[in-house]
């Protein structure tokens, strides 16, 4: 049974201006491809302007630009169709979906505190949180006013948890952690795990054992950072691992201790970033990239996915260093060359020489 | 304290014919090479035929082609070797460490619903479930019959678990999501976290900060999947992510939002498939490998581990992109000169306008 | 609020020479960049010389060789500097970050058994043991003295913990298996989950199905282990999964089944060893390094960040293999000819023989 929103409702919160049938109602959001007359769709790009020609969505979020060709479709349904113009349809479309999630489809979710969640009396609990089953909150932690704790999730002593923030069920704050306001943190995301820090110590045979360097910092996380599940977030040797306000974390990353990850950088998943290294602002990192430690980024550059950063990098852009895939015959001829290349290049060097 | 299978018992369960000396019994199951006459062995390729003629596996699986040299074998022991013949031994081979599974070493389980297990009671049981020690089963969940939950699993409000399928510990399955029959899913697993979807937003300074896109799909996964541990399988952000009958996948595996993976894929460790990508049947994907965002793998593709799919493969083959190892100061000098690769091309093609 | 502790307490404790003003007290550990006079900080290399410089530690641990750059910095803080001398300073501030652990900064810790943890009534439980909220210790497991389980933790049936070692957060040690003393397991690490082994099964498509094949063997770690957060190391096939003595693991890091890691190697996060892998003593591995199933690598072999093992390596040495990252404009030039990279061998070739 879905449910049908008068579109005029959503105008109302959201803004944006209505072009065609303003009646419709909106029964369900859905891609362009897949979308019904019952459907809100949305075209963030002009490239998608085919795929919007062929759609049978009711209503489509759509730049100026783009209204005729929401409009002109064939067989439009009864009343027919219906342009929802913003200046910037995909953040309109993000706005949108925060209001259904909110009005449409909550999350499921625990009120107040489970009576299975073990407190210590000495953890201070805002107002209006939600605390799952067997959730553990140490010693003088802080939780604050409408934070959620899911189930198995542990919130160590000392570590504070800002006001309205998500915790998944089975995440980890560690002791003397923070993060701010709003943030969400996905399930089974460790914070303040011990940094990897070891003294090599000589051994009679001629090899080297590890001694712990103990890591005596802590982990702090701005406000509205978003992390995503299985990811490891080390605490620092001495100083603080620190993450700034809108940073965006995806799946399985490891951030290193020590490390500093600039505003609003997004990161997407399975990205590693070694100890002590300094991401600026406004980066964004592919899936799979690894950053080298002790390493600076500036602000606003972008990494491709899988590329590994060997070096500092000083100047905005985009940077790349990936083995282009091939038929895996091709690619033995061309990778078994590859060992050869500097040999080729004096050989070619040779010929110019004699050739000149 | 070894078991002792008479061999006959065996054959019984899992057919096949015997040679040699049927009458031996079983007492474990062993590699060649540390085989002894109590153990049974199997060799699953003729390039292990010499490991073979040293092992003192009592009793061989393997194929007719290699019964003469398993019997064959010096100073046998006593009553002499056992051939046990099938046409494919590796695959008797896995159904027999199924049997013995659960004939000779089976799983430690809870029986039943542990006592401190938290159950809504609006959530739907089957028969014959095991419930672990701090399970938390959220309101209208549905646990088929004979399904096992591991201890501090977190199966959501409105998730299904299909009959037989064994949760481990700490595994999340997300609200809305669900998992067929006779699947496995190993600790730590997370599946339906938020899918990692924003809208970029001006900020003053010239920069973007990101608006949460809400991830209001889930996640399908078909029947006999095995997903391995500390993986994510991200919600969809409108409509589903997938997994079909049969996939395999290893750990610390990452699957975006809105992937589809076909049915009997495999995946080592460490792969990980941006969102929105499609990816046939009957595929492997190597250990470390990398998927880009809305691409398409045709059927039977399997891309050696650790490369990096940057654009839709449409036929099925073998795919390899990965930057061969070397000694460090060889790889130095031929890296150096890859950044001048298209320079040298450039000059080889200068020279040989000039010498023809 | 610091602690203020006399330098000649942790002489006494440390051992190493004073020279220059002995009196003074350690408030804090600190980098030498972000050091007061209340600070104690260290130099390991000679090349952060001119860091030292500028420092403002009171008390700095270094080589004998840096006394004198240490007792020469301008401006002295009342009393004058104090050089704190050991032949190693990194190794000497790594015990005493151990030291001022355990004195001025423990970590918090659950004393005793948890009233809500659950622990079966035939496992052994060694003396002076803690067992953290909601911790699992299933039948016949035992836990070594002094050891410390982590809330939400789960031993699973006759696996056994050694005395002092420490279990996270919802770590997962599987049945059978073992972990020896001293070690560290951080927060949601899996040890004993399924190695990733089936068998094909051909299906009437022309496809394979695949056959599960039971993971029979278990985990065996040594003492003085450390492991990361969120890793997985997978139980055998038949053998038993090894790690020896004294190896440390960073987060996020997958251990195939059968592998087996030598003494005291150390592998930084993200890296992933396929099954049956053997790799010696005293190697490092990079962050995000790939081994591939069934290798070779010998003692004291160093492999770089990110770069694929897919040949044994017998000699000890350092090794690499990585694309360089550029800016994406010459990188998609370099890539692009480098698949052409044999054809062009083949042009130089021919040129050179023309030109002969």
């Known amino acids: ?67 005729g060709a929401v409009l002109q479709r064939p067989d439009p349904p009864p ?26 489809a909550p999350r499921p979710s625990v009120v107040g505190i489970h009576p299975s969640a073990w407190v210590h009396p000495t953890a201070r609990i805002g107002a209006g949180v939600s605390i799952g089953p067997f959730a553990v909150i140490d010693e003088e932690a802080v ?94 040797a001495l100083g603080d691992t620190v993450l700034e306000d809108g940073v965006k974390l995806d799946n399985l990353i490891q951030i290193g201790h020590n490390v500093r990850v600039g505003r609003h950088t997004a990161m997407a998943g399975c990205v590693g970033v070694a100890g002590s290294a300094r991401i600026g602002a406004y980066c964004t990192l592919g899936g799979g990239a690894i950053v080298l430690g002790h390493l600076e980024l500036a602000d606003h550059v972008h990494i491709s996915a899988a590329s590994v950063v060997m070096r500092s990098i000083r100047q905005p ?6 083995f282009p895939i091939d038929d895996n015959r091709a690619w033995e001829k061309n990778a078994a060359t590859l060992r050869q290349l500097h040999a080729l290049r004096e050989r070619l060097k040779a010929l110019e020489r004699r050739t000149t």
């Open 143 to 236: 939780i604050g006013d409408g934070a959620t704790i899911g189930a198995h999730a542990h919130v160590q002593a000392r570590a504070a948890v800002g006001a309205g923030t998500h915790l998944g069920s089975s995440v980890v704050l560690g002791y003397d952690c923070r993060i701010g306001a709003h943030g969400i943190v996905h399930a089974g995301t460790v914070i303040g795990a011990d940094g990897f820090g070891f003294a090599p110590e000589p051994q009679p045979d001629g090899g080297r054992a590890w001694v712990k360097i103990e890591q005596l910092g802590a982990v702090r996380i701005g406000d509205a950072v978003e992390i995503g599940a299985n990811c490891c977030i080390d605490r620092g």
């Open 317 to 322: 852009g985009h940077y790349s260093g990936v």
């Open 1 to 67: 049974m879905s449910p049908a929103i008068p579109l005029t409702t959503l105008q109302s919160a959201l803004g944006g201006a209505l072009c065609g049938n303003g009646e419709r109602s909106v029964e369900r959001l859905a891609p362009l491809d897949e979308a019904d007359a019952g459907s809100l769709a949305f075209i963030a790009q002009p490239r998608y302007e085919a795929m919007l020609r062929r759609s049978r969505a009711g209503v489509v979020m759509a730049a100026p630009a783009l209204v």
């Open 79 to 104: 009343g027919g169709w219906c342009a929802w113009v913003f200046p910037d349809p995909y953040l309109a479309f993000a706005r949108l979906t925060q209001w259904w999630r909110q009005h449409v």
